[in-house]
């Protein structure tokens, strides 16, 4: 495989920087919660993990768009990496949460709007690399791929406001000062500090994590092509 | 008179906390580990086809007659005839 540019390089290594930092002012810089205690400390890497499957999956359908425009492999490339990575994240927020809820609601798992919704968004996208198993011609695949993600993403918005739009036991986060939030809760400025330095660094980290896939994906598709340019001789 | 949260004991919950973290780590770093196996695999598996490439290239050079002499490569026609 050939060797990752300095871009690459560099934002590998900001990234190591900006998760060590992040798991820094988790454990040392926000205080504890008073009532929960130090699970709530999971909040700082649950709710960026489950914002960054959101945007995986938008990144998805907008490379989608993208490659049926263009034709172009790379943009099928990033479409199938970021449903993998989204995936990754989607997992890392549910058992997470799950994780957070036993002792927060009681039990481990309840069939929630949010918990529901989100179950029903990691299925779509598992279905979604299923179907890129399914099909040999890797034309046919990205084009398939493709109007899959741009369709599957609808789930995304359902899952986002499942918890405004229903009733739930879901804390909102973002806007939980909107009419229409309900379970919003307030954080000290160390927290927010703390919150905003961990969705920053996961940011990083998503993007690292996309191009470092990309790479391999083409060096995949490298191997691919010489396999079939053998069997064709 | 305190207010609630004040009255409250809090929770003892740092196992579920350092479960939480295991996996919020452990998850990230097992699939970069996978991107690893997946990679080593793959440079395998082009050595291979690259070993074959070069393989089926020879036994092509060697089937083309490039070196043969002036003689052998000429016509029939041309030879000089036995009689």
Redesign the interface.
């Known amino acids: 495989?050939p060797k990752a540019s300095r871009s690459v390089q560099l934002l590998n290594i900001v990234t190591a920087v900006l998760m060590l930092i992040a798991l820094g002012l988790v454990f040392l810089y926000a205080p504890?919660?008073?009532?929960?205690?130090?699970?709530?400390?999971?909040f700082y890497?649950?709710v960026p993990?489950a914002w960054l499957s959101f945007t995986a999956f938008v990144v998805t359908a907008v490379a989608g768009a993208v490659y049926l425009r263009t034709a172009r492999p790379f943009w099928d490339q990033v479409a199938s990496s970021s449903v993998e990575i989204g995936l990754?994240f989607t997992?890392?927020a549910t058992?997470?949460g799950s994780?957070?809820a036993?002792?927060a609601w009681n039990t481990w798992w309840t069939w929630d709007p949010r918990l529901t919704t989100y179950t029903i968004m990691a299925l779509i996208y598992v279905a979604y690399l299923m179907l890129r198993q399914g099909i040999e011609d890797p034309e046919r695949r990205a084009r398939f791929a493709a109007v899959y993600g741009i369709v599957g993403v609808i789930s995304v918005p359902i899952t986002w406001f499942s918890i405004r739009w229903w009733r739930t036991i879901h804390p909102v986060v973002i806007g939980s000062g909107s009419a229409t939030a309900e379970g919003g809760f307030d954080m000290t400025s160390k927290m927010l500090t703390t919150f905003l330095f961990a969705n920053l660094a996961f940011t990083f980290?998503y993007a690292t994590?996309l191009v470092?896939?990309v790479r391999?994906a083409r060096?995949?598709e490298?191997?691919e092509q010489?396999?079939a340019?053998?069997l064709a001789? | 008179m305190l207010p609630l949260p004040l009255l409250q004991e809090t929770a003892d919950t740092v196992g579920y906390m350092l479960f939480g973290y295991a996996v919020l780590l452990g998850l990230p770093a097992l699939y970069i580990v996978s991107w690893f196996m997946r990679r080593r695999n793959l440079e395998r598996d082009l050595e291979t086809l690259e070993t074959l490439a070069q393989d089926e290239k020879k036994r092509a050079e060697r089937a083309r007659p490039t070196n043969a002499s002036p003689v052998e490569s000429a016509k029939p026609a041309d030879r000089p005839s036995r009689s």
């Open positions: 495989m504890r919660e008073r009532v929960m205690g130090e699970v709530q400390r999971i890497f649950h993990s990754l997992i890392m058992v997470s994780i957070w036993r002792p980290l994590l470092n896939r391999l060096f995949s490298r191997v010489l396999k340019r053998l001789a």
